[in-house]
Structure formats: C-alpha cells, structure tokens
C-alpha cells in the first residue's frame, strides 16, 4: 500500500474528521448486543467526538488542562479521549483494572479537571476517590446517538449545539499546535508511586508515520480489525488511531470473548499480546500430522483472513513465532516504551528475524551505552516526567539520550536483540507491567511472612516465593501464609494477583549472593538460584 498521503502529523481527531466526506455513512465500528453486531458509523464517531469537545469547552476546560478516563473500551471511551484532545485538553487513561489507590493516585498527581466513567456503579466507586472533580457517566451522559434528549447538560445535547454553530470546537482544534500535549499515560517504576509520561501530538503522530511506512507492505485500506487491547494502554489506543488513519472497520471485543469471536468475525488485522497468540497456536496440534493440515486448523481458529498481526506488550516466545510463520501467519513484533510513543525498533514484512525486535524506525536513534543499555532520542522521545525532575534527570544522559533501562546488542545485520532489563520490572505475558518491589513492600513487618519474592516476567501471572518467620509454628506455616497472601491479593489490582506460591526453606545471605552487603535482594540471583521451582508453579 502506497501511504504516502498519510504521513503528515496531525492531532489524532483530525484521522476522523478527514474521512468523513467518504466515509460518514460506512461503519467504522461494530458493537455486540444482543447476540448480533451492531454498526457505529463514522458519523456518528464524529458526531460524538465533537460533543465531547463541546461539552468540555462550555465546562471551562482549557487547553492543557487534564481530563481522565477510567472505563472499559467502547466507542464512548474513544470518543471521550479524541473529544479531549479535540478540545485541547490532554486526556489522561486510567487502567479499568486498577484499585481505588491507584485511581486516587492518578487523579490528585495529574490535577484532573473532569473524569470519565461508565456505569453508576463506576460512578459510585470513584466518587469516593474522586473528590472535587466532576464525574460524568458515558453510559448515560450521551450514548446512544439516537436516544431522545432529556438532559440539556448531557453531552448529546451538546453535540447538538455544536452541530447549529461549530466554531467554538473548529476554533480549539484549528489552535492545536503539534508540540502541545496530547495525553498523558501513567507508567510503573521500579518502586513506588506510577510516573506520568506526557506524549505531544508531534511525539505519536512522528511514531505512527514511521509505522505506517515500515508496515506498508501489510497494510490497506478498509480492512476489518478484531480490538480488544484495553485502549488505555498506548498499544491499544494506537491500534483505535491507526484505524482511523487507515479506514478500518473495528469489531470490540473483551479479553474473555476475543478467541472465540475471531473465526467468526474474520478479521485480516489483530494486535494482541504473547498469551493470545500462545493460545492461538495451540490450534496446531490439532493439525499436527501435516502442513496443511496445521495451516487449515490456524484458518478454522482465526477466520482465515489474517494478514497484519503485531504482537506487543512483552515478548513472544521464538518458537511461537516460528509455528504461526509455518501455518501461514507471520506476527509483527517491535520494541519500545510509553516514553518512546512507542516503539524504537520493528520487524518488517521484508526484513524481520523472529529472535530480534527488529531495526530501527527511520524517525529514531538508538545506540548501547558502555554496559550495553539501549539509549534513545529522536521526536518520540517525551521531555519528561510530569511534576518529576528527578526522575526526568535520572532518565536522561547529560547529552539528551534517553535511557530505556534495557540490554541490548545488535546482530551483524543491523537488528536489535534485548538481553536483560537493568529495571526490576515485570512484564507478564499479558502484556502488564509490573514493579515486583511495589508487591514485596506490602509485606514489610508482616507477622507471619518475613520476605516475598514475587515472579512471573513473561509468564501468564505472578508467583511468589515466601519466607515464613521463625517464630511462626510448623503446623500452622501453610494456613497463615495463604491466610496472608489472600489478604494482600485483596488491595492489588488483579493483574498484580500472586496467585500461587511455595514456602522457601533455605535462607536468603550475603554468602550465597542473593542479598547485598546492605541486605537488598539481588533479584537474578534469587531467580537464578529457584528457578525451578518457580517455573514449577505453572504446572
């Protein structure tokens, strides 16, 4: 596909407001209910884009002001994000997954002027997190488009409003400048509180144009995608915004009902993380005696039509890769960060290897320090954490490379291989990044558990390793620590779940080298020395 005539930046509205002379009538999304598909055009897109933006404006929300959205994907969600930054405002993603903490958090550290939720018992939830900012409900506020109104504050009835005199929303979104920020997504550290990572339009809209041109063999116009990725997530929003660059006719979908409606919706597009495609290539065995045989039972599990995948958010096993290139499906895989809107390097249709993250994007530089940690700068490159100038130090060299915290080497054909991570952070197969330190300190002074260590990088969920204290009786070591681990697992988000355990014998020493002179955990070293029985725990 030629796409030369979609790389100019621009704020990511404009993607759906520039089609709608050919495409205000087509479906740009289906929407399961009731058992059937039910089409949202692009119209009707734009319609509700435009009365967020409205609304947003006669609320007093300036430009740069933050708006937050804290719900499950749906048209309403990605309306409300293009709505703020029609409006100029900067739209700020909430995981549907995280805990009132977390939300609170988010909410008071980034100065939300208003938050988006969906449903009245989100609205009751958040309200007692929230306080001073204004919640607005998207499932009652103004979805569906074609619901009488019967509120004049609702954003439906803006919308309306907007459609009698549209200068208000033209004269915001004409004033968008590219080095404005676009949105703000809140990313794990090593240990403490989340960071905010403040992306401007130049930043994503630079990475989406290298994107678009490394892709271009694979893609075209019009195709039809199956997105379920939570677009909270910069993985998933950009697969909203990549198919409103290129025409897509979106079905939704939930993690739960994904799998089984991917024969049925047949989609030539799919993003997904390493645990879906896991699953996606246990369709083989059933085919094992032949080729074909394999290949035919890939096209009874996905419909046959795939031709663009990506795999994203952690990284997919090599012989996954391998199996699903055999049956006929080549997976798209890359590297990068929320910091780098966000990938720094890609395999391509014509120039990939399955044991790399592949070369990197034209827009970007990338070079390995002396102790091989992968350094990046170039316009995707963020300026900084938000309220955070230590931080911000910390990730920069003096002369401006941003420094991604991973290892790496380059093969002799130019593409990149990671080797280590030099941050504490685990990324499960999921695609969820996790601070395993944040999980550990809940255990500090515990009366029944003297350490934790939590496991589970590239793994479907996270397992613990737990040292009980001495004066903890025998008999009663088992029931007290899950007792204990039940009780934790209730203030985690549930991806953060421990969700099963063993009870380490031998101590954690300075001698063996899993602990510091200063008693610190040498992560690797624990892992290295209980491997085993970690791995065992996935059984």
């Known amino acids: 596909m030629d796409v030369s005539n979609l790389l100019a930046i621009r704020p990511a509205p404009r993607a759906v407001f520039d089609r709608l002379p050919t495409h205000r009538h087509r479906a740009r999304f289906q929407v399961r209910a009731g058992g059937a598909w039910h089409p949202v055009t692009w119209g009707q897109f734009a319609l509700q884009i435009r009365g967020v933006a409205r609304w947003l404006i006669e609320h007093e929300v300036e430009p740069g002001d933050r708006v937050a959205i804290f719900a499950p994907n749906s048209v309403a969600w990605a309306s409300a994000a293009l709505g703020i930054q029609t409006a100029g405002a900067m739209f700020v993603p909430i995981y549907p997954a995280s805990t009132a903490e977390q939300v609170a958090y988010i909410l008071e550290h980034a100065e939300v002027r208003v938050v988006f939720v969906a449903g009245k018992d989100q609205v009751a939830r958040l309200a007692q997190v929230a306080h001073g900012i204004e919640i607005v409900d998207l499932e009652t506020a103004s979805w569906p488009v074609d619901a009488p109104i019967t509120d004049e504050q609702s954003i439906r009835a803006a919308a309306g409003r907007d459609a009698a005199a549209p200068t208000l929303v033209d004269a915001r979104l004409g004033a968008i400048e590219l080095d404005a920020p676009a949105q703000m997504l809140y990313t794990s ?59 897509y006719e979106t079905y939704l979908a939930s993690p739960h009902d994904v799998l089984d409606l991917l024969p049925e919706v047949a989609p030539q597009v799919f993003f997904s993380v390493p645990a879906y495609w896991e699953k996606i290539a246990r369709a083989l065995h059933a085919g094992k005696d032949s080729a074909e045989a394999r290949a035919e039972a890939l096209r009874r599990a996905t419909g046959g039509r795939l031709r663009f995948c990506l795999s994203g958010g952690a990284g997919l096993k090599l012989e996954i890769k391998e199996q699903l290139h055999a049956a006929g499906v080549l997976i798209i895989e890359g590297y990068g960060l929320t910091e780098t809107s966000p990938t720094l390097t890609l395999n391509r249709p014509d120039a990939f290897r399955f044991d790399t993250v592949g070369k990197i994007l034209p827009s970007v530089e990338v070079k390995l320090a002396e102790d091989g940690e992968i350094l990046a700068r170039g316009p995707n490159v963020f300026a900084g954490y938000y309220k955070d100038p230590e931080a911000t130090a910390a990730a920069f060299t003096a002369d401006g490379w941003f420094c991604t915290g991973d290892i790496g080497r380059f093969t002799p054909d130019g593409f990149l291989q990671i080797i280590d991570r030099k941050k504490d952070i685990l990324v499960t197969a999921g695609g969820k990044n996790v601070p395993p330190a944040n999980i550990e300190a809940r255990f500090v002074d515990d009366p ?71 008693l610190k955990l040498r992560r690797k070293a624990v892992y290295e020395r209980l491997r085993d029985r970690f791995e065992a725990l996935y059984g």
């Open 448 to 518: 029944v558990i003297e350490r934790v260590v939590v496991y589970g990088d590239a793994r479907p969920y996270l397992v613990a390793a737990v040292w009980v204290r001495p004066d903890v009786a025998a008999d009663d070591r088992a029931r007290a620590v899950a007792t204990r681990l039940e009780s934790i697992n209730a203030e985690l988000a549930r991806y953060e779940t421990i969700k099963r355990h063993f009870i380490a014998e031998s101590p954690l020493t300075v001698e063996d080298g899993t602990l510091t002179s200063s």
């Open 189 to 247: 550290g090593t240990s403490g509180n989340p960071k905010g990572v403040p992306l401007t339009h130049r930043n994503v809209g630079v990475n989406g144009a290298d994107w678009l041109v490394c892709n271009a063999p694979l893609l075209s116009e019009g195709d039809r995608d199956l997105l379920w990725l939570p677009m909270s997530h910069i993985f998933g929003f950009g697969e909203l915004c990549i198919g409103n660059t290129l025409g």
